[in-house]
């Protein structure tokens, strides 16, 4: 019992080992993939991107005397294949018409060659696309052997037969010539279809290399096209065939814009951009995404390109709402501790008071003295835009306001705060001027005397902070009164 027991723990346990190696393998595959980039071409690629007879070569490294190509005959470079440009076969014999590369064939490793082609028509007439006689007859054909809607790679070596991509629809096919494998795999739109074990497949001879045509053979057939040709000195990884395949795919990118289309007054909209590999937005920026704070509303247009093509440009507007305006006033802004409550009032009716001491449409002065901060926000029903303002209410401890605030004169003030009635006594019928003032310095009311008592009613004005200047016996008094 005891070995079996050891027995199935070692079993789990190499099951368990087998499952965490193939998972880790099928990351590293999966980012290997992810980030693979399409390689530039060392030594021929073809856009047929210019005008008249002259084909820039646009390889990293191109062989000597092969910077430009030439079109021979009547072959143009005037196509396109979605909307990458494309060279026009004329289906007439290569001896007139192809394009002469000026490159002397010398690979004896591993190479790849790709294209697009499209409008390639089925027929019984043999069409070559590219090849040199004198590098072993390499080249590549549809038709005849080959079979309609097929391209058939022959040379030195075993054919490679690649069907279905010789067609009107746009394909784009690429073979591969491992040496170290010791196989040429064939690959349409990214995906291999056919691998043929090869002992050799050199591609080395005299010249010149034609492409569009080969040797005296009928070339590329009439008004079919091909489109960026590469040639590499080195074997293309699977993942980066399938990037070049997605990096030089010819269709016009459909661009769209994700993003909120109605924002409040001082937010920020995120507009988010796909469908594209670049993006320029109208505020200039590069970024697939943008960041945006518009004070009104404003449309923003974004335009997008992959590789090969350029997108319709395409708008977004984002709609601003105005806050709402907001208003707040208080039924007084000084007051004392322990005073009665003040009335706050915000507009539009509806919105929400908040702060210390404030309960409702109520602040409470309290206990404890100080600047009081009172909130009113308000949202607009029909925008969902939210808007605030605040006033703030002095709560003041009233020490000093006496009932004898000035013992040389003999001044008594009762009572004070008051709701608007006070009276001013005095020791004496001296002869004195009265002023009453607002915070503003503003006189509101002025009496002179002789009386030892003088009543004052101030119901007529607003609550707050009040001043009582006397003047008397070449003195002045200044006192501060609260109208509660």
């Known amino acids: 019992m005891y070995l079996y027991l050891r027995a199935k723990l070692y079993y789990m346990k190499k099951q368990l080992l087998k499952k965490s190696l193939l998972s880790v393998l099928a990351l590293a595959l999966f980012t290997t993939t992810s980030n693979a980039q399409a390689p530039t071409p060392d030594l021929l690629h073809y856009k047929f991107d210019g005008a008249g007879t ?8 191109p062989p000597v005397g092969t910077t430009t190509g030439t079109i021979m005959g009547t072959q143009t470079q005037t196509g396109v294949i979605g909307c990458m440009p494309a060279l026009v076969g004329t289906g007439l014999s290569s001896t007139n018409d192809y394009v002469n590369t000026g490159w002397t ?16 028509q089925p027929s019984t007439t043999l069409y070559y696309i590219f090849g040199d006689v004198n590098s072993s007859s390499f080249r590549c054909f549809t038709n005849g052997v080959a079979g309609a809607n097929n391209w058939i790679l022959r040379g030195g ?5 690649i069907t279905g991509a010789a067609t009107t629809a746009s394909n784009m096919v690429t073979f591969v010539y491992d040496q170290t494998a010791g196989n040429i795999t064939g690959y349409v739109n990214g995906a291999p279809t056919v691998t043929v074990a090869q002992t050799a497949a050199p591609l080395n001879g005299t010249g010149p290399f034609k492409v569009g045509g080969y040797s005296s053979s009928t070339g590329l057939s009439p008004l079919g096209l091909m ?24 269709v016009t990118p459909t661009l769209s814009v994700l993003g909120t289309n109605t924002i409040c007054a001082g937010n920020s909209a995120v507009l988010t951009g796909s469908g594209a590999v670049t993006y320029t937005w109208s505020t200039g920026s590069n970024s697939f995404s943008i960041n945006t704070t518009p004070s009104v509303t404003t449309t923003y247009t974004l ?8 997108a319709t440009p395409v708008t977004f507007t984002v709609n601003v709402n105005a806050l709402p305006t907001v208003s707040l006033t208080a039924s007084m802004y000084t007051t004392c501790v322990n005073a009665g409550t003040i009335s706050l009032t915000g507009s539009p009716a509806g919105g929400v008071y908040t702060g210390t001491n404030v309960a409702g449409n ?25 808007n605030s303002t605040s006033t703030n209410i002095v709560v003041d401890l009233c020490t000093g306001i006496t009932n004898y605030l000035a013992e ?3 001044i008594q003030i009762t009572p004070n705060p008051n709701a608007g009635n006070f009276t001013i006594e005095f020791r004496n019928e001296s002869e004195k001027s009265i002023e009453i003032v607002n915070i503003l310095g503003q006189s509101v009311k002025t009496v002179t005397t002789s009386e030892k008592a003088v009543r004052f009613d101030i119901n ?25």
């Open 105 to 120: 064939p010398n690979l004896t490793g591993s190479w790849s060659i790709s294209f697009w082609s499209s409008n390639i």
């Open 227 to 250: 489109g960026d040709f590469r040639i590499y000195s080195s074997a293309l990884t699977p993942a980066q065939v399938l990037a070049l395949y997605n990096a030089t795919n010819p």
């Open 408 to 410: 040389t004169n003999g």
């Open 157 to 161: 070596f075993t054919d490679v037969l």
């Open 303 to 310: 335009m997008g390109a992959n590789t090969t093509c350029s």
């Open 362 to 386: 109520v602040f409470t002065p309290g206990t404890n003295a100080g600047t009081y901060t009172a909130v009113y926000s308000y949202t607009d029903s029909s925008t969902g835009c939210t």
């Open 460 to 484: 007529n004005l607003p609550s707050g902070t009040y001043y009582a200047i006397i003047k008397m016996n070449n003195n002045v008094t200044t006192t501060k009164l609260i109208k509660q």
């Open 54 to 61: 002259s084909v820039t070569n646009y390889a990293s490294a």
